[in-house]
């Protein structure tokens, strides 16, 4: 069965710390797609990036940047230099082929506070 | 507004009513998804659409809630004789039904059942 794990439920930093938030995952697939979902105060969920299994290269996009270790099954999300308008909730989320459908999976989301 | 819309935003209502709700995704996507948020919880996945066609359905989906998809265009999740438990927040989500793909989430019905 599919798992998603975020450990931290809630982070707090000031404004321009560097943050990594993390995701660790279960699949006995060996084709499967894992995202990133900011969902801010307003609830709408937001989509941020997408990798699948075999594409092991980090992204970066602007102040986001993705670690995606199939060693470790994990997929950390690190926000630099961060800033007030990032707080939100932060899902992972894990797709596997198998599942007609490509339903997700999400973990429990991470709140991240940031402080001006 | 091309993104994935939901009506209606907020429902309020009284244990054992029934209420339905409406997504309508975005218009080139054939595939459509119903998530539901508990709160302080990620989405957790109930059923999705293929066209007109629902292919899959998670145990969460009790025999009181029904979501059709006539047309392949809008769809409704309807809930029968609401109970506090179901209180949540209702999300749809379209696709284009490729491997290579990423939901698109609508901004979700929050319903409180009191």
């Known amino acids: 069965a599919q798992k998603v794990t975020q450990a931290q439920t809630e982070i707090s930093v000031v404004e321009k710390e560097d943050v990594t938030l993390d995701c660790v995952y279960e699949?006995?697939?060996?084709?499967?797609?894992l995202f990133w979902y900011k969902q801010p105060p307003s609830g709408e969920l937001v989509f941020l990036i997408r990798?699948?299994?075999?594409?092991?290269q980090n992204e970066i996009s602007g102040r986001y940047s993705w670690n995606f270790q199939k060693s470790t099954s994990s997929f950390n999300f690190t926000i630099t230099a961060s800033q007030v308008v990032d707080s939100a909730v932060y899902f992972c989320?894990?797709?596997?082929?198998?599942?007609?459908?490509?339903?997700?999976?999400f973990g429990g989301g991470t709140r991240l506070m940031v402080k001006p | 507004d091309t993104g994935v819309s939901q009506d209606p935003r907020h429902k309020i209502t009284k244990r054992g009513q029934n209420v339905t709700f409406r997504c309508d995704p975005i218009?080139?996507?054939?595939?459509l998804y119903w998530y539901r948020q508990t709160l302080g919880q990620g989405p957790e996945f109930l059923t999705y659409?293929?066209?007109?066609?629902?292919?899959?359905k998670s145990r969460l989906l009790s025999d009181r809630f029904s979501a059709e998809r006539p047309k392949g265009s809008f769809s409704t999740l309807e809930i029968q004789r609401t109970e506090q438990g179901d209180s949540a927040m209702y999300l749809c989500?379209?696709?284009?039904?490729?491997?290579?793909?990423?939901?698109?989430f609508g901004p979700g019905t929050r319903l409180t059942v009191t």
């Open positions: 989500a379209s696709s284009t039904g490729t491997l290579d793909y990423e939901q698109y």
């Open positions: 699949t006995r697939d060996t084709t499967y797609y």
């Open positions: 990798r699948n299994s075999f594409d092991e």
């Open positions: 989320a894990l797709s596997e082929e198998r599942n007609a459908g490509n339903m997700l999976t």
């Open positions: 218009s080139e996507h054939n595939r």
């Open positions: 659409f293929q066209n007109e066609a629902q292919l899959e």
